[in-house]
Structures are given as structure tokens and as C-alpha cells.
């Protein structure tokens, strides 16, 4: 699991072909950041984790969305689909206008009792009306508790402005790695929503931040630790 260092910035490879790779070294941090996480989740069904990732490729493909290995600027929400509803990310690209968004979702076989990744493709323009209908946010907890965690955050302590610096394919590793490691389903105590919020402060650490209003220390958040942020600093590797 890994995304592209920071330090390439926005001058890194912007190219969206899917067969070029930016060329890093990887440097001793990205090495031990790389995800040690391998366990497997059981499908009668197939490979949903390979269903997963080949549905980014082939939106790639269509140029609907970056290429996978291209460096960028990403903007992340959360959709709470209504009031007691389904949460997911939402993915999209920063920099190009002309790309749609993405859902990264953990989603339930109740039959099995197992948890897999799915994902769907939205347009920018229904996208961007979702952004103005506050549909899509970036906020998790009401906005009273987020005031009282400014307060009390670490003064050298950045607020995250909900933006990773990667590739996509490394977002997408990403979320497969948690829901890998999910653990099992509970709609009270292990949801969707720990997905969301586990995703987002992953995403938040790696940008040396904190995510104003993400509960921390989840289940899965503890006990992977710094693995997973950290595999998201890794060299792109073909």
C-alpha cells in the first residue's frame, strides 16, 4: 500500500497514462511505512477486492478518472445517506475539471457475514451537486464538538483541509487494506461510519495533520497503527 512521497509535490508527474509510472526513490520512511496488513476476506462470489480495483482501472481507461499511478491533488468527503443511512467516501480530483468522482464503501454480505469493497462513479456535475446540497462533507461529528477540538489540539498541529497528495491506486489500496482488516461487522460498534472515519484520519495523518471531528483510535486505527499512513507515503512501484 502506498502513495506517492510528498515531497514530489505538484511538480511530479502529472501524466494520466496508466502505463507511465512516476520514477521516486524511496526513501527509509516509505519503506517502513508500506502495509503489513495481508489478511483475506472470503468470497463465494469471486474476488471482491479484485472486482474493486478493476473498476478504477476501467474508469481510468475511460479517462473518467486519472490515471492510477498519477500523482494528485485529491479532495475527500464523506456521504452520510440519510439520517440513519449508508457513509462512504467520496474521491476527486483536484486538478482536473474534466473527471468525475469516485465512492470507496464498505458493503455487507449478510448471508456470509463478510465485508468487501465496492465503489461507483459519479459525474462532476452531479458531484458538484452534491457539494452544494451539502450532500458530500468534510466534516464528521457536529460542528460544536469540532470547535471545542481546535481548541484543545496541539498548537504545532495542523487542521487537515481534507486534501491527500497521491494516486489514486494508492487510495484505493488503501481502502482495501481497512476493510481487510475491518474485523467483524457491527452496525453499532463497527460500521460503515469506523470505515469512514478510519479512512479519513488515515488520510489526515499522512499529510502530518489532524482531522478536526474524526473519532480516533478505532478498532481498526489501533491496531494497525502507523502502518497503513505510512504505507501511504510509499514509492510507486509499476
Known amino acids: 500500500l502506498s502513495l506517492v512521497s510528498k515531497n514530489m509535490g505538484n511538480g511530479g508527474s502529472s501524466d494520466d497514462n496508466n502505463n507511465e509510472t512516476p520514477e521516486t526513490k524511496e526513501s527509509p520512511q516509505n519503506s517502513k511505512l508500506k502495509s503489513k496488513a495481508h489478511s483475506k476476506v472470503a468470497s463465494s462470489f469471486g474476488d471482491p477486492f479484485a472486482d474493486f480495483e478493476s473498476k478504477f482501472q476501467r474508469w481510468a481507461n475511460q479517462d473518467s478518472i486519472p490515471g492510477l499511478d498519477a500523482h494528485k491533488t485529491y479532495q475527500v468527503y464523506v456521504w452520510k445517506n440519510g439520517i440513519f443511512g449508508h457513509y462512504s467516501i467520496v474521491i476527486g480530483c483536484k486538478s482536473r475539471a474534466d473527471v468525475g468522482f469516485v465512492t470507496m464503501e464498505l458493503k455487507v454480505n449478510m448471508e456470509q457475514q463478510q465485508v468487501h469493497p465496492d465503489s461507483k ?6 458531484g458538484n451537486t452534491n457539494i452544494d446540497e451539502k450532500k458530500w ?46 474485523g467483524k461487522y457491527s452496525a453499532i460498534a463497527n460500521s460503515c461510519h469506523d470505515f469512514t472515519n478510519n479512512f479519513v484520519q488515515k488520510c489526515a495523518e499522512f499529510q502530518e495533520c489532524r482531522c478536526i471531528g474524526v473519532v480516533h483510535g ?21
Open 121 to 126: 462513479f459519479i459525474t462532476r456535475e452531479q
Open 137 to 182: 462533507t468534510q466534516y464528521i461529528r457536529d460542528r460544536e464538538t469540532n470547535v471545542i477540538e481546535r481548541i484543545l489540539r496541539p498548537a504545532d498541529q495542523k487542521e487537515w483541509n481534507w486534501e491527500v497528495e497521491t494516486t489514486m491506486r494508492n487510495l484505493v489500496k488503501l481502502a482495501s487494506e481497512l476493510i481487510k482488516n475491518h
Open 218 to 238: 478505532g478498532a481498526v486505527a489501533s491496531t494497525l497503527g502507523g502502518s497503513l499512513t505510512g504505507a501511504l507515503g510509499g514509492a510507486v512501484a509499476g
